[in-house]
């Protein structure tokens, strides 16, 4: 079984965003202003933060 969608709720979007694109490597195609970023990386790992 693989994790393939992981939705987190954070405080701070451009934080979350920042934090996962340093350290996991992580990619940013969709966001939303302040309300919602969609990551991936290249294992097909689609993660969502949102407020």
Request: hydrophobic share 45%; proline share 2%.
């Amino acid at each position: 079984m693989n994790l393939n969608l992981l939705d987190l709720q954070v405080s701070d979007i451009h934080v979350a965003r920042a934090f996962f694109e340093t350290h996991f490597g992580l990619s940013c195609p969709c966001s939303s202003k302040d309300e919602m970023a969609m990551m991936v990386d290249e294992a097909d790992l689609s993660l969502g933060v949102r407020q």
